[in-house]
């Protein structure tokens, strides 16, 4: 079926005119109609945008370069001018962007095509997709449990073949732990390696955009596009960019694979645990050396996180304020009394709850008791993983403690949630790249494998992960639908 | 330290968010429970250690201070819920 094959495999298909755009995207829109309803991956759909675009590329002919024609979903907090960008939320009611933001346009540039809108918790503030605004997205393996979060509706949508890939965003695992939980792969790249420009900041110093794929040859493609300087995010870095697609084609034999041992602690699933347990061992018969190593500071990242976090949040939700843009305040007095009644009744609990503990972090005697403490702990978890980096390539551990939870399981208190990002939240302190990768499903439910990398070194981390890949069945495995 | 009322009342203020009394019971024990896992942190020994600003070690990213026009700035003011004409009319402040 057309709407199985990745990225490389579909380009091909295009390329020798076996099967035309205009083909391709309406196979995609048919499975979106027929699926998407059960699923609520995607929030807004481009079927005549799509369609158009398709005929347009069909007339131009060529499809030289491997994007050209491909239909992807963006998160719905990503800017773009030919669908809404509401982030998952109440408040930002029918806002459609004017503009692209930058990594949409590299994309859109190749001749990608935007299919539509993936659902997002609330401004990215979740685990589950289940403050979203627009309800929850469910998991194609078993629609009773959640998608992961917060990028669950681009990653359902690759792991329900409704898109040939996404592009999400995460800032303590919100790539790879929804990858994790469908069975798709997720990079989260090197903070600044990718542009946020155009996409909804939650927490500026930790957000990273990257793509969701069917495999990671495709994640490789994509990356070599969308890494880069931009002049317009001044945060991204002034770094060469690898050619990804010959340096996952290496072997792994020699490479040296780190086991954080406090990553492997009780908590963790038993089928989890015997899933990532054979990946190792599936590692070593590829030549690879496991070391034990240790990254002592890990139990601290939770906290420091939701310290660092909220701050930024408070700050980044700040612009929300229904003049702008969004929601139209109703019944106000006067102009503080407008954008209190908006927020209000724009934001959801997730969102309130972030606001004020960011707020609280800040207030006198607390900044820096909490704040600095928490930049102080941050720079010895960097130092943690500097120190281990220089004994080993790469780091190898589980995306995800558990398998997908069931819906509402975890919603009674936050922390329980926040505990579902404990082994992908440390990398995003650290600003390293990491990626999750299917591996042996435990009782029909995906599980995800990570490999983390130090900065700028994604090249490491997808060879790693595509070695692996291509001597497993696991990315080739979809849901019974 | 333990989060209270008054706390939560006066951070609604300063952000802008009109919470009710309904609402403040509702948040206050999910806000002790994240404030517990963040006094974690006491326990850290970080003598010594500098605070992080920046993870990737910029420094100083500098822009020549241009003007640039956005090329369809009457698709910035529709993009408003009180757009009127070429107007943002919003209620009065004083």
């Known amino acids: ?481 | 330290m333990s989060v209270t009322k008054e706390q939560v009342r006066k951070i609604a203020e300063v952000t802008r968010i009109d919470l009710s009394d309904e609402e403040i019971e509702v948040l206050l024990p999910k806000l002790n429970s994240v404030v517990s896992e963040i006094k974690k942190l006491e326990e850290v020994d970080t003598e010594g250690v500098e605070p992080i600003a920046q993870i990737t070690g910029l420094e100083n990213v500098m822009e020549e201070d241009e003007v640039r026009q956005f090329e369809d700035i009457s698709a910035l003011v529709k993009c408003s819920p009180l757009a009127e004409g070429s107007f943002i009319k919003v209620k009065k402040s004083l």
């Not at chain 1, 099967?19 to 979106?32: F, G, M, P, W």
């Not at chain 1, 792994?252 to 990532?276: A, Q």
């Not at chain 1, 939770?302 to 003049?323: F, K, Q, W």
């Open chain 1, 1 to 481: 079926m057309i709407t199985q094959l990745s990225l490389t495999q579909t380009h091909e298909k295009l390329k020798s005119k076996e099967i035309s755009c205009v083909e391709l995207v309406q196979a995609y829109v048919d499975r979106i109609k027929k699926y998407n309803d059960d699923m609520n991956a995607l929030v807004a759909v481009n079927e005549e945008y799509a369609l158009e675009e398709a005929k347009q590329r069909d007339e131009g002919g060529g499809f030289s370069h491997p994007l050209a024609g491909i239909p992807f979903v963006l998160k719905d907090n990503y800017c773009s001018d030919e669908s809404v960008s509401q982030a998952g939320s109440h408040i930002l009611d029918g806002f459609q962007a004017p503009y692209d933001a930058t990594s949409v346009k590299r994309m859109k540039d190749c001749g990608a095509i935007v299919l539509g809108k993936g659902n997002t918790d609330e401004f990215t503030m979740g685990a589950s997709t289940e403050t979203s605004y627009f309800g929850v997205t469910k998991n194609p393996w078993d629609l009773e449990r959640v998608a992961g979060g917060s990028s669950g509706g681009p990653a359902a949508s690759v792991a329900a073949d409704l898109c040939v890939f996404s592009l999400g965003t995460d800032t303590g695992g919100s790539i790879r732990q929804p990858a994790s939980l469908v069975g798709c792969t997720g990079l989260k790249p090197t903070y600044g390696r990718t542009s946020r420009y155009g996409v909804m900041s939650m927490a500026s110093s930790l957000d990273t955009i990257g793509p969701l794929t069917k495999t990671v040859e495709d994640t490789a493609l994509i990356l070599k596009e969308l890494a880069g300087r931009d002049v317009q995010d001044s945060t991204t870095a002034d770094v060469p960019v690898p050619d990804y697609l010959e340096e996952i084609k290496k072997d792994v034999k020699g490479m040296k694979i780190g086991m954080p041992k406090e990553y492997f602690v009780d908590g963790m699933e038993e089928g989890v645990k015997k899933s990532i347990e054979e990946a190792i061992d599936q590692l070593k018969s590829l030549g690879a050396e496991i070391v034990e190593v240790s990254l002592p500071h890990t139990k601290y990242a939770l906290a420091v996180y939701h310290t660092i976090g909220p701050l930024e949040i408070s700050a980044n939700m700040a612009r929300y304020d229904g003049i702008r843009y969004g929601l139209k305040g109703e019944g106000a007095e006067d102009l503080v009394d407008y954008y209190r009644k908006v927020r209000n009744e724009g934001f959801g609990e997730e969102v309130k709850i972030r606001i004020t503990i960011g707020r609280l972090i800040d207030a006198i005697g607390y900044a820096d008791k909490f704040y600095k403490k928490a930049r102080k702990v941050q720079a010895l978890m960097k130092r943690d993983f500097d120190e281990v980096f220089e004994k080993v390539d790469v780091l190898v551990c589980p995306t995800s403690p558990s398998v997908a939870f069931k819906i509402g399981e975890k919603t009674h208190d936050p922390v329980a949630m926040y505990l579902s990002d404990i082994f992908t939240m440390p990398i995003n302190l650290t600003g390293m790249p990491a990626i999750s990768i299917p591996s042996r499903p435990s009782d029909n439910l995906p599980v995800g494998l990570q490999f983390i990398g130090n900065q700028f070194e994604e090249e490491k981390v997808l060879r790693v992960a595509h070695q692996y890949q291509i001597a497993t069945e696991w990315a080739s495995m979809r849901p019974e639908m």
